[in-house]
T-cell receptor
Framework: NAGVTQTPKFQVLKTGQSMTLQCAQDMNHEYMSWYRQDPGMGLRLIHY???????DQGEVPNGYNVSRSTTEDFPLRLLSAAPSQTSVYFCASSYSGVAGLYEQYFGPGTRLTVT | KNQVEQSPQSLIILEGKNCTLQ??????????LRWYKQDTGRGPVSLTIMTFSENTKSNGRYTATLDADTKQSSLHITASQLSDSASYICVVTRNGGFKTIFGAGTRLFVKA
C-alpha cells in the first residue's frame, strides 16, 4: 500500500493563479480531509469528506474548493491564490476504528508558496 | 473556546535521557486525545489514542497519560534516541467524531 500520496511536493504560485493539490489514498478509507500547517500554529482543518460525493467545510475553508467523486481521490483547489495561502498542506484519510475512534493517516505534505 | 496548548514550545535533551511533554486542553465535549510525532518535512504519525476512560497508554518508549478531570495530558519519552528529534503534537477530538483541535506542538531536539 502506498498509503496517502500528495502531489506536488513543492509549488510556487503567483497571486491570482489557480491550482489543484492532488491527494489519493489506497486504503479504502471513508473519511478524507485537508489541513494547512502554519509556523507556530496547530494544523487547521480546511475541508473534509465522509464519503464519495459528500464534503463539508472545516475551520478555514475560504479560498478553497474540494470535491470527492471517488473514494480514493480528494483534490483541493485554490481558486485565486493569495500570499496568505502560503503554507504546508496535508491530506489525511481515516477509518472508524475500534470504538469509533478515527485512526488518521497523513500524506507527506505539499509546501506552497504564493508570491 | 476549544483550545489545545502544549508546553514547552521546544526542548533540548541529551541522548539517553527521559523527558515529559505537556498538553492542556479546553475542548468540550471531549471524545479522545491523540499524540502524534511529526518528523521534519513529513506528515504526522499517530503514537497513542486515549478515550475518556483511559489514563495511560504506551507505545514502546512513549507513554501518554490523561487526566480528564483536570484536562491535562503528558507524553513521556524514555531513554531518548537521536531519532526522537521531531515535533510532538497533541490533538483533541470533540464528541461527535470528526472535529479535531491540534496543538501547536513541542519541538524536541535530542543531542548526542
Amino acid at each position: 500500500n502506498a498509503g496517502v500520496t500528495q502531489t506536488p511536493k513543492f509549488q510556487v504560485l503567483k497571486t491570482g493563479q489557480s491550482m489543484t493539490l492532488q491527494c489519493a489514498q489506497d486504503m479504502n478509507h471513508e473519511y478524507m480531509s485537508w489541513y494547512r500547517q502554519d509556523p507556530g500554529m496547530g494544523l487547521r482543518l480546511i475541508h473534509y469528506s465522509v464519503g464519495a460525493g459528500i464534503t463539508d467545510q472545516g475551520e478555514v475553508p475560504n479560498g478553497y474548493n474540494v470535491s470527492r467523486s471517488t473514494t480514493e481521490d480528494f483534490p483541493l483547489r485554490l481558486l485565486s491564490a493569495a500570499p496568505s495561502q502560503t503554507s504546508v498542506y496535508f491530506c489525511a484519510s481515516s477509518y472508524s476504528g475500534v470504538a469509533g475512534l478515527y485512526e488518521q493517516y497523513f500524506g507527506p505534505g505539499t509546501r506552497l508558496t504564493v508570491t | 473556546k476549544n483550545q489545545v496548548e502544549q508546553s514547552p514550545q521546544s526542548l533540548i535533551i541529551l541522548e539517553g535521557k527521559n523527558c515529559t511533554l505537556q498538553c492542556n486542553y479546553t475542548v468540550s465535549p471531549f471524545s479522545n486525545l491523540r499524540w502524534y510525532k511529526q518528523d521534519t518535512g513529513r506528515g504526522p504519525v499517530s503514537l497513542t489514542i486515549m478515550t475518556f476512560s483511559e489514563n495511560t497508554k504506551s507505545n514502546g518508549r512513549y507513554t501518554a497519560t490523561l487526566d480528564a478531570d483536570t484536562k491535562q495530558s503528558s507524553l513521556h519519552i524514555t531513554a531518548s534516541q537521536l531519532s526522537d528529534s521531531a515535533s510532538y503534537i497533541c490533538v483533541v477530538t470533540r464528541n461527535g467524531g470528526f472535529k479535531t483541535i491540534f496543538g501547536a506542538g513541542t519541538r524536541l531536539f535530542v543531542k548526542a
